[in-house]
């Protein structure tokens, strides 16, 4: 069965900084593409960033990119995301995602949840201005 835990979600002010973590089990990490989307309170989801399975090429979001890193380490199981520069909207929860595939040699990008089979249960992240 898989579980993705996410972790290091918290209360930061407005141009700061956050690390979160995600720790996989029941699953090689290598195998599958990982990412994360966030939720606001209305429901929307976006994608944020997410990195290939060996971890060789990532995306972001058009409004995270430039301020987040997205990366992994597949010995320990775990994908990180550095979010820098925070602002209030980037307040939400934060899901740790898990593609079916790894998208290494995919000329594909996934950018929607569609493309994502397992689901974190989500850390919450809050921005003061």
């Known amino acids: 069965q898989v579980h993705l835990v996410e972790s290091g979600g918290g209360l930061v002010q407005a141009g700061g900084s956050l690390r979160l973590s995600c720790a996989a089990s029941g699953l090689d990490p290598s195998h599958h593409a990982m990412g994360w989307f966030r939720q606001y309170p209305a429901g929307v989801r976006e994608f944020v960033a997410a990195?290939?399975?060996?971890?060789?090429?990532?995306w972001y979001g058009n409004s995270v990119r430039g301020r987040f890193t997205t990366y992994r380490d597949n010995a320990l199981n775990t994908v990180f995301l550095q979010m820098n520069s925070l602002k209030p909207e980037d307040a939400a929860v934060y899901h740790c995602?898990?593609?079916?595939?790894?998208?290494?040699?995919?000329?594909?990008?996934?950018?929607?949840?569609?493309?994502?089979?397992?689901w974190g249960q989500g850390t919450q992240v809050t921005v003061s201005s």
């Open positions: 995602v898990a593609a079916g595939r790894s998208y290494n040699n995919d000329d594909e990008t996934p950018l929607g949840p569609h493309e994502y089979d397992y």
């Open positions: 990195v290939t399975g060996s971890g060789g090429r990532a």
